[in-house]
């Protein structure tokens, strides 16, 4: 069990939410989530995918649709890659349309 927001494994236990789930604090960001989020884990490979299509500039919005991941989920994976990475890449491919992430 970790953080959703920032993977740390400092979390504690912090009562019940409405829905009588586990929630916790972190104690590494403050923040406060419930157990079993509507999160589903995706291979590794569709991730990679994701990445790649969007350095080579394909939107965001594209991407959720083509591999049925939900658009957030994409676009959590792209921040996690590294987003400075990114841009020095679509740097070269100015002309295409900014999707704002
Ligand atoms: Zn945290």
Redesign the pocket.
């Given at each position: 069990m970790r953080?959703v927001?920032?993977?740390?494994e400092k979390?504690v236990k912090n009562g019940k939410s409405n829905q009588g789930k586990q929630r916790y604090l972190?104690k590494?960001?403050?923040?406060i989530f419930v157990e079993n989020p509507e999160r589903k884990h995706y291979p590794d490979n569709l991730k990679k995918t994701a990445i790649r299509l969007y350095t080579d500039g394909v939107p965001i919005a594209v991407i959720s649709r083509s591999l049925e991941v939900p658009y957030e989920t994409v676009r959590s994976w792209i921040r996690a890659a590294g987003e400075k990475a990114i841009k020095k890449n679509r740097r070269k491919e100015k002309s295409l349309s900014e999707q704002s992430i």
């Open positions: 953080c927001y920032c993977n740390s979390i972190c590494e960001c403050g923040r």
